[in-house]
């Protein structure tokens, strides 16, 4: 399985931006965010949980 890079987590970031969906990304994901080194290579992504924001 490939690892969860930072340019992937800047495309999520500007397609919900684009759409103005809420999220919010924790853990490790997080972390790679914040440019530190060695961490696991997974995702943690959590939308708000609302119809308008599933609409999006």
Known sequence: MAAFEYRQAEEIRETFARWNVRYLFLGKS????MGFPDT?????LYPQRSADNGDK
Request: charged content about 20%; cysteine-free; hydrophobic content about 55%.
């Open 40 to 44: 696991t290579q997974d995702v943690d």
């Open 30 to 33: 997080a972390a790679i965010l």
